[in-house]
């Protein structure tokens, strides 16, 4: 995961995801981690800083990487004002695929080290029901995050050959 800005949520999705890395900001070299994913907050600044990022890779300048997508990590909750969905709308064009991760409000109280881990051998958690309230992050990952993680790994696996 390539964080286009500090705070963008990579190091957490990171955590959560438990094959991901943190590429901390700069393209990886590309015998060791040929995929990547940019993440960026829904700010402007963080879509500025995705956009030059997705535009470096269109442009050839990110060595051997597979670029795969974009995920946008919301910066508040609810609905983007119409200007920055529209900004987000054109960031996430120049991007092969584009992951929007839900807002959710219980990762802002715990610390990385604390979050439960998904991993894509197990099954994804249960999205909550009428009657059943969402766990919280630390005993299970988020049933979209989880759905996100899945669909990521398995973008990876395909541009892999697996």
């Not at 963080?46 to 890779?57: C, V, Y």
């Not at 802002?108 to 604390?114: A, D, I, K, V």
């Amino acid at each position: 995961l390539l964080a286009a800005h500090g705070r963008s949520g990579a190091g957490t999705l990171a955590q959560i995801w438990a094959p991901a890395g943190d590429a901390r900001r700069g393209w990886p070299a590309a015998d060791r981690h040929r995929n990547v994913v940019v993440v960026c907050r829904t700010d402007r600044a963080g879509l500025d800083a995705a956009h030059d990022l997705l535009l470096q890779a269109q442009a050839g300048l990110v060595g051997d990487c597979t670029l795969l997508g974009l995920v946008l990590v919301p910066d508040a909750p609810g609905p983007l004002p119409k200007t920055l969905r529209r900004w987000a709308d054109v960031v996430a064009s120049a991007a092969p695929a584009v992951w929007r991760i839900p807002y959710v409000e219980d990762l802002r109280t715990h610390r990385q080290n604390e979050l439960a881990i998904w991993t894509p051998t197990e099954p994804d958690p249960p999205p909550p029901g009428r009657m059943r309230a969402p766990a919280p992050s630390t005993t299970s990952p988020h049933h979209e995050l989880a759905a996100i993680g899945r669909e990521i790994f398995t973008a990876a696996r395909n541009a892999s050959g697996h």
